[in-house]
């Protein structure tokens, strides 16, 4: 079974995809790290919560036979199972979180998925100074860089006018051939927060740049700003 990552698409995908009724609804923390994993003790767990159930033992045992599996991806796993011309049918969802147990069997159960999502907002932290960007995603549990640039143009008039895209960012960051830079890091944190991907902004940097480039802002990137922090730069 290769799972779905999980993301704000995820349970639109799975609603188009799984049958209303008699789907299996599994949750579990498979962190191997855990002591409660120990010596069996998931697979004791996992027994115990899905013997609770009305389930067809041919559902309930795919779950069982794939815990060592998911033991070795992920913290959490989420699974949906159901029968289709006698064939089992199968979804799983891996998050890097250690996630609240559950199972049912009945009409899908987005629960867990819906706690997850709301309770960890997709993150950016831009990691800014004079010489480069970076921008990383945070989301549930996992870190991507998304972006990099270097501040390679020169910074003198000729240069800017040659190469800088028509915007409505001031100069106030840097000399005028510098606003190229910064409307690229500015335009791709735009991008990431319509598609959803930045619902809570982090700067790290030197003092001034920090300064700056809060103050450049769009309102909307402002609304999400939640804190900025010191990181080395030249």
Do not use: C
Not at 53 to 64: M, Y
Not at 178 to 189: H, S, V, Y
């Amino acid at each position: 079974m290769q799972p779905i990552p999980l993301n704000r698409e995820t349970i639109t995908l799975l609603e188009r995809e799984l049958p209303r009724t008699d789907v299996l609804s599994v949750t579990l923390s498979v962190n191997p790290s855990s002591s409660d994993n120990q010596g069996g003790a998931l697979h004791i767990r996992a027994k115990n919560l899905l013997r609770s159930l009305e389930a067809p033992t041919e559902l309930t045992s795919v779950v069982l036979a794939d815990l060592s599996d998911a033991r070795q991806a992920t913290r959490s796993r989420t699974y949906y199972l159901w029968t289709e011309h006698n064939h089992v049918k199968a979804h799983t969802i891996d998050a890097q979180l250690d996630l609240p147990e559950g199972a049912a069997f009945g009409a899908p159960d987005f629960e867990t998925l819906h706690y997850a999502l709301e309770t960890n907002p997709a993150t950016a932290i831009a990691l800014v100074d004079h010489r480069a960007a970076r921008l990383f995603g945070v989301q549930l549990g996992e870190i991507t860089q998304v972006f990099k640039l270097d501040n390679v143009f020169e910074r003198d008039n000729d240069n800017f006018q040659e190469h800088a895209p028509q915007t409505t960012l001031t100069d106030r960051l840097e000399p005028r051939a510098d606003t190229f830079f910064w409307n690229a890091l500015l335009g791709r944190m735009e991008q990431l927060r319509a598609a959803g991907n930045l619902e809570r902004l982090l700067i790290a940097g030197p003092p001034e740049v920090r300064s700056s480039l809060t103050d450049a802002l769009s309102t909307g990137l402002k609304s999400a700003l939640a804190g900025t922090f010191h990181a080395p730069g030249d």
